[in-house]
């Protein structure tokens, strides 16, 4: 058997495995509804006791629809039609308060994780749940325009810099999620407002991208770290610039040493780490590909090895896991939701068919029509140019 031939052979085997794994995910999504609500509205995992957590349906449900709508299983949720949308989306918003923002009911000031500042602290958690939250409804419904209320203030120049510069990189980290977030809401202010707001976005962009340009270090193509630093600062870093990096996709703009970050994503083993981190290393990979940076046969290698990893981690119910040891919690918490690790949850399975669908549209286009996220953040794959 020539070369041709054997690789034609793995990803004949590649496919068929992704296609029997999808095949279980549809039956543990649809296993995962919740009783005595609309249909999709979905459990975290088997251990969530509804009754007593009623408000982590609500993460349970936004990641479950974005899986089931990446992979084309939101008819087996329940959501076959535009009623059933339409009522999935009433009830997501039924979590969103006046100014926009979404708030899991159940998370109480003291049981959530401190910033110095209190105010910032709450930022972080409601960014992190309202850009999911506003990803699932779009999801369902593409055209609905969001409340954005709490995001007007960052259009104030001066308000913007201030956030900017309290900004710190020593959690390059969770400041990515701060900066996707933000952005991701600047990107749909544009698409939702009016004329005054596309200026008043595109000025506020102007600013997000002096910024980065100005802190971001060229040894690596990170934000926060350079290349001499610990392996785990390193991989912290590289876990939060994929998520800056989504700002100069959307925007269509060339990314200032990415080349750095893909030969550093490169390095590491293709195994599985958490569904953070696979996700990541994978999204910097394919895109590096897309952008002409990566090397084609040994990132096409690095790719194909990893999604067999996910394949053997996946859980005997269909679903994914985080990782397998230690104890699970919303982000966020320090007290309150809490599940072992090793449970099959839809945080950890829609992340891991991300990273799997991200590689398999690499590897073998034809294989089905994945349906990736259209606002930026995790989920969210730049347009073919």
């Given at each position: 058997?020539?070369d041709?031939?054997?690789?034609?052979?793995r990803?004949?085997?590649l496919?068929?495995?992704?296609?029997?794994?999808?095949?279980?995910t549809?039956?543990?999504?649809?296993?995962?509804?919740?009783?005595?609500?609309?249909?999709?509205v979905?459990?975290i995992?088997a251990a969530?006791d509804?009754?007593l957590w009623?408000?982590?349906?609500l993460?349970?449900?936004?990641?479950?629809?974005?899986?089931?709508?990446l992979?084309?299983a939101?008819?087996?949720?329940?959501?076959?039609?535009?009623?059933?949308a339409?009522?999935?989306?009433?009830w997501?918003?039924?979590f969103?308060?006046?100014d926009?923002?979404?708030?899991?009911?159940?998370?109480?000031?003291?049981?959530?994780?401190?910033?110095?500042?209190?105010?910032?602290?709450?930022?972080?958690?409601?960014?992190?749940?309202?850009?999911?939250t506003l990803?699932?409804?779009?999801?369902?419904?593409?055209?609905?325009?969001?409340?954005?209320?709490?995001?007007?203030?960052?259009?104030?120049?001066?308000?913007?810099?201030?956030?900017?510069?309290?900004r710190?990189l020593r959690d390059?980290?969770?400041?990515g999620?701060?900066?996707?977030?933000?952005?991701?809401f600047?990107?749909?202010?544009?698409?939702?407002?009016?004329?005054?707001?596309?200026?008043?976005v595109?000025?506020?962009?102007?600013?997000?991208?002096?910024w980065?340009?100005?802190l971001?270090?060229?040894?690596?193509?990170?934000w926060?770290?350079?290349?001499?630093?610990?392996?785990?600062?390193?991989?912290?870093?590289?876990?939060?610039?994929?998520?800056?990096?989504?700002l100069?996709?959307?925007?269509?703009?060339?990314?200032?040493?990415?080349?750095?970050?893909?030969a550093?994503c490169?390095?590491?083993p293709?195994?599985?780490d958490?569904a953070?981190?696979?996700v990541?290393i994978?999204?910097?990979?394919i895109?590096?590909?897309?952008?002409g940076?990566?090397?084609?046969a040994?990132?096409r290698?690095?790719?194909?090895?990893?999604?067999e990893?996910?394949l053997?981690?996946?859980?005997?119910?269909?679903?994914?896991a985080d990782?397998?040891?230690?104890?699970?919690?919303?982000?966020g918490?320090?007290?309150?939701?809490?599940?072992p690790?090793?449970?099959?949850?839809?945080?950890?399975?829609?992340?891991r068919?991300?990273?799997?669908?991200?590689?398999?549209?690499?590897l073998?286009?034809?294989?089905?029509h994945?349906r990736?996220?259209r606002?930026?953040?995790i989920?969210?794959?730049?347009?073919?140019?």
């Amino acid at each position: 058997m020539n070369d041709e031939s054997r690789t034609d052979s793995r990803l004949t085997a590649l496919r068929a495995r992704i296609e029997a794994a999808r095949a279980r995910t549809v039956e543990w999504l649809a296993a995962m509804r919740a009783s005595g609500h609309p249909a999709g509205v979905l459990r975290i995992s088997a251990a969530h006791d509804e009754s007593l957590w009623p408000g982590v349906l609500l993460p349970g449900t936004y990641n479950g629809v974005m899986c089931a709508d990446l992979i084309d299983a939101l008819p087996a949720i329940g959501v076959a039609n535009t009623a059933a949308a339409a009522s999935l989306v009433a009830w997501l918003e039924s979590f969103r308060r006046p100014d926009g923002v979404f708030r899991i009911p159940e998370m109480r000031d003291a049981d959530v994780f401190k910033k110095p500042d209190r105010d910032e602290t709450w930022r972080y958690i409601d960014f992190h749940v309202t850009n999911y939250t506003l990803g699932a409804i779009e999801a369902l419904a593409p055209a609905r325009a969001p409340v954005l209320d709490f995001v007007r203030p960052y259009l104030d120049p001066q308000y913007l810099k201030a956030w900017l510069a309290d900004r710190d990189l020593r959690d390059p980290w969770q400041e990515g999620n701060n900066i996707v977030n933000l952005a991701g809401f600047l990107l749909s202010l544009e698409r939702h407002g009016n004329d005054a707001d596309r200026r008043a976005v595109a000025a506020a962009l102007d600013i997000l991208f002096d910024w980065h340009d100005r802190l971001q270090e060229p040894t690596t193509g990170f934000w926060g770290t350079g290349q001499h630093e610990s392996p785990l600062r390193l991989l912290h870093a590289m876990a939060g610039s994929m998520h800056n990096y989504h700002l100069w996709y959307a925007r269509g703009r060339v990314l200032p040493y990415f080349d750095k970050a893909v030969a550093y994503c490169l390095g590491l083993p293709p195994r599985v780490d958490s569904a953070c981190i696979d996700v990541d290393i994978v999204d910097v990979l394919i895109h590096g590909l897309r952008a002409g940076v990566a090397p084609n046969a040994r990132t096409r290698e690095w790719l194909f090895q990893i999604v067999e990893a996910i394949l053997d981690a996946q859980n005997p119910d269909g679903g994914f896991a985080d990782v397998r040891t230690g104890t699970r919690r919303q982000d966020g918490w320090v007290r309150g939701y809490a599940e072992p690790q090793g449970l099959s949850n839809t945080f950890a399975t829609w992340f891991r068919w991300i990273a799997i669908a991200m590689a398999a549209e690499i590897l073998m286009p034809s294989l089905r029509h994945w349906r990736f996220r259209r606002s930026i953040g995790i989920g969210y794959r730049a347009p073919p140019s």
